[in-house]
């Protein structure tokens, strides 16, 4: 099965097994490719491995990509090291760091939503609908960092988990009551975080990185200004029926409504 290099893309053929080969099938490669092709491991950053061709004696008119000599650019070269992602590219330590702090920022929301869950389900708070909404509310946020992780991962990146802070366990509030004080909280913390990601897709975009400018934008900023709309609706109906009986009937809403 010798490669014809001027008939058959050798690139398309090779370019599957170029990664985690193990030496021996590479010095097997090397043999039944010596006359057009040959995987090597390279010299360069640590244990690199390029693909270089040989014994091209037939030059090709009107070329205008040659992948075999492209592909040997050191920023191309698969890495053998262990812990380092063989899949990295055009993701910089900055978007990295700044990935890590979001899902930070989404398990401490999470963390303050589960909070607010614990308040209105106690026996002599009893705001069930509210219990709902925000153990609902607490999920969603630990989802959000977990697909922050994914990406993380996507990227060629490594997640690392900062400490979460201890939250708020009281809720009550003498003039605007519990209800509503914690919906205003939470409208708060969602515009932080929209704030937290409209950062991330400017760095995104100040590092030239536009799949991670997109994938903010497209999986996160259109949930998130709708989510904002939503809890701002609900703040303002607060506002509208006041302290206890107006509060129950939200309540009942939000526990049978959603
Ligand atoms: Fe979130």
Redesign the pocket.
Known sequence: MALASSKISPFSSLSPIVGDVPKKFISSMNFVLSSSLTLSEGSGRGNLMRVCASNVSTPLTGVIFEPFEEVKKDVLAVPFTPNVSLARQNYTDESEALINEQINV?YN?SYVYHSLFAYFDRDNIALKGHAKFFKESSE??RE?AEKFMKYQNTRGGRVILHPITSPASEFEHVEKGDALYAMELALSMEKL?NEKLLNLHSVAERNNDPQMADYIANE?LQD?VEAIKKIAEYVTQLRMVGKGHGVWHFDQRLLHDH
Do not use: D
Request: aromatic residues 12%.
């Open positions: 989404e929301i969603e946020e959000h975080v996160f998130q």
